[in-house]
């Protein structure tokens, strides 16, 4: 069974840009969950989306956003780059909004914003 | 606000000792309690969950945990380690009304020695 895919696995940006990242959750998995893990302040909720339902939100700014496809894929959108936005972005799928199922994560989107 | 301390941000030990992991949390609610592992330029794998019942946890790798609510502590043991089990851990908390976010500590760098 395929695990979750996030891409891409490495991206460079340039300061003010935008970017947009992926991810696949595992068959049947409806719940998509989004991390930012950065040496400084380690790991950090972005976003939970649930049957294409933002359901909880983390501290983050609004150039932070997300969605979630009718087939449980997600994308998150980061507007007007800056540097400490680089960073190991995780995402995580499960088959239910509960903690009775297991969270699985990706291998990640690594940024790197210059 | 709910919270995780990990005390040791490094953990040096030689192979085929046993070592001990500190977690202690915070939260006015009950909680869920997790352990994960992140290799290197890996995600995040569980090892272990408290959801309810026994306070002693048997996860993978040999690894086990240890819930006590009145020091609201959730420590990582493994009796024997081996140089595979050199990475990052990090315990997880989430509260049991809020299931699918998890407040991730700083993480322990766990490193064998043989």
Known sequence: KAGVTQTPRYLIKTRGQQVTLSCSPISGHRSVSWYQQTPGQGLQF???YFSETQRNKGNFPGRFSGRQFS???SEMNVSTLELGDSALYLC???REFTMN????????TRLTVV | AQSVTQLDSQVPVFEEAPVELRCNYSSSVSVYLFWYVQYPNQGLQLLLKYLSGSTLVKGINGFEAEFNKSQTSFHLRKPSVHISDTAEYFCAVSESGNTDKLIFGTGTR???FP
Not at chain 1, 103 to 108: D, L
């Open chain 1, 92 to 94: 995580a799928s499960s």
């Open chain 1, 71 to 73: 087939n449980s894929r």
């Open chain 1, 101 to 108: 199922t297991e969270a699985f994560f990706g291998q990640g």
């Open chain 2, 110 to 112: 766990l490193q064998v």
């Open chain 1, 46 to 48: 972005l976003f939970e």
